[in-house]
C-alpha cells in the first residue's frame, strides 16, 4: 500500500488542468459530447478500456484478470444552466452554462484516480469500474447508466461529491442517510376567468393558489416532527394574461424533500389532501401531481468502516460530522442495485453549490482524488 494523498499530490498540476479544462468548456445533461470525448481521450492515454454508457455516458474497467469482488466509482460530468459571473481565468466559454456544481473536480478527481489506480492495477484483487455518468443533475442520469446493463455484476457503488461548508483537506463520512430524497411537484388549477371588475361572476384560481402556497407550509411545521426533515418549496406560479382579467387557470411547480422513503409518501398524500381542502373551499379543480425524482441518499452501514479507514489514510485526522442535507444525489439510484457509499470532500470557496459565483479550492480535487483510490484498498481489504 502506498500513501494515496502524496501520489494525488504529484498529479496536482495534471489535475489542476483537467479540471480546468472541464471548466471552461461545460456542458448541459446529456448533452456532453465534448466532455465525453476529453475523458476517453484521457482514458485511452493512460491505458484504460472503456465501454460506451448512453450517448455521453462512459464505463472504464481496471482489472488485470482476477476473479474478485467488482467495486464500481462514480462522478457526475454535466454542468448546469447558469451563466457565471466570477472573474477567474478559466471562467466558462459556453455562455449560461457553468459547473457551479463541482462535477468538473470530479471527473477531474476520478481520472486522476484512474491513472493510480491503473499504476497500482496489480495490487488490486478484483475489477473496478469507473462510471463518467451524465445527466447527474435531471435526476435521471444514474437511471440512464443503470438501463445499459453495464453494472449488474457490481458489488458496492463509492461516490464523491465537493462541500464547500467543509474546508479544504476534510472529508465527511457518514452512515445512515446523507441526503434527500425528492419528488417534482406540480399543482394545476383550474376555475373560471373573467373581468377584474366582477370578480364574483369568476372563480379566482389566484386566490386558490395563493392560500395554497402558505397551507402546505402547515405540512412541515405541524405535521413532520420535530427531530425529522422535509421540505416543501414552490418555487414558480404562473398564472394571469392581463391586469383585468382574473385568472381562471394557475400552475404552482417546485419540490418535496425528505429524509426517508415513508415520509415520502406521506407528504405526497397530505399535499393532495390539503390541496383538495383548499380547491372545495375555492370552487376551483386543483390535480396534484408529485412524482419521486431521486432516492434517499442512504450509505449503507456495512461501508462505513471502509470509507471511514479510507477517510483516515488520507487525511491523517478523523472525518466531519454533518448533519443530513436536503440537497438530493441520484447516486442513489445505484442503490437498487448494491450497497452505495457516499463521501464529501471539503472545497470552501466561500459560495454554495448552484450559485453564479461558486468558485472551489482546487486543492479539493487531489482530496477527492486521494479518497477514490484509498476506498478501493481499504473496501478489498474488507472484504478478504
Known amino acids: 500500500m502506498f500513501?494515496?494523498?502524496?501520489e494525488a499530490l504529484g498529479l496536482e498540476a495534471e489535475a489542476s488542468l483537467l479540471r480546468r479544462h472541464l471548466h471552461e468548456n461545460p456542458e448541459v445533461s446529456f448533452c456532453e459530447y465534448k466532455t465525453c470525448a476529453f475523458i476517453r481521450e484521457k482514458l485511452t492515454g493512460i491505458g484504460i478500456p472503456f465501454e460506451s454508457a448512453g450517448d455521453t455516458g462512459t464505463i472504464a474497467v481496471i482489472n488485470k484478470g482476477k476473479s474478485g469482488p467488482v467495486l464500481a466509482l462514480r462522478a457526475d460530468i454535466d454542468a448546469l444552466e447558469i451563466n457565471e459571473k466570477t472573474d477567474i481565468l478559466f471562467k466558462s466559454k459556453n455562455p449560461g452554462v457553468m459547473h457551479a456544481c463541482g462535477h468538473d473536480a470530479h471527473t477531474a478527481a476520478l481520472l486522476c484516480a484512474a491513472k493510480m489506480l491503473y499504476h497500482h492495477s496489480n495490487e488490486i484483487p478484483g475489477t473496478v469500474k469507473l462510471i463518467f455518468q451524465p445527466a447527474e443533475?435531471?435526476?435521471?442520469g444514474?437511471?440512464?447508466?443503470?438501463?445499459?446493463?453495464?453494472?449488474?455484476?457490481?458489488?458496492?457503488?463509492f461516490g464523491i461529491h465537493v462541500n464547500p461548508d467543509f474546508p479544504v483537506g476534510k472529508i465527511g463520512v457518514k452512515s445512515g442517510g446523507v441526503m434527500a430524497g425528492s419528488n417534482s411537484l406540480i399543482i394545476n388549477i383550474k376555475g373560471k376567468s373573467g373581468h377584474g371588475g366582477y370578480p364574483n361572476r369568476t372563480v379566482d384560481a389566484i386566490a386558490a393558489g395563493s392560500e395554497l402556497v402558505e397551507a402546505l407550509q402547515h405540512i412541515v411545521s405541524r405535521e413532520i416532527g420535530p427531530t425529522e426533515q422535509a421540505v416543501i418549496s414552490v418555487c414558480q406560479f404562473h398564472a394571469g394574461t392581463r391586469d383585468n382579467i382574473i385568472a381562471g387557470e394557475a400552475q404552482l411547480s417546485g419540490t418535496v424533500r425528505v429524509t426517508n422513503e415513508e415520509m415520502r409518501s406521506y407528504v405526497a398524500d397530505a399535499i393532495r389532501r390539503i390541496a383538495g381542502g383548499i380547491a372545495l373551499a375555492h370552487r376551483v379543480e386543483?390535480?396534484?401531481i408529485c412524482d419521486p425524482v431521486t432516492l434517499v441518499m442512504y450509505n449503507a452501514p456495512e461501508l462505513y468502516g471502509a470509507a471511514l479507514k479510507a477517510a483516515q489514510w488520507v487525511i491523517k485526522d478523523s472525518p466531519e460530522d454533518f448533519t443530513p442535507q436536503m440537497g438530493t444525489e441520484d447516486f442513489s439510484r445505484y442503490s437498487q442495485l448494491a450497497p452505495v457509499f457516499f463521501a464529501f470532500v471539503g472545497s470552501g470557496g466561500g459560495f454554495p453549490l448552484h450559485s453564479d459565483h461558486f468558485y472551489l479550492d482546487e486543492g479539493a480535487v487531489s482530496v477527492a482524488a486521494a479518497l477514490h483510490t484509498a476506498f478501493v484498498y481499504s473496501y478489498f481489504e474488507q472484504k478478504k
Open 286 to 288: 386543483a390535480e396534484v
Open 3 to 6: 500513501d494515496f494523498y502524496k
Open 137 to 140: 443533475e435531471t435526476g435521471f
Open 142 to 157: 444514474a437511471l440512464k447508466t443503470i438501463e445499459t446493463g453495464l453494472l449488474h455484476d457490481v458489488d458496492a457503488f
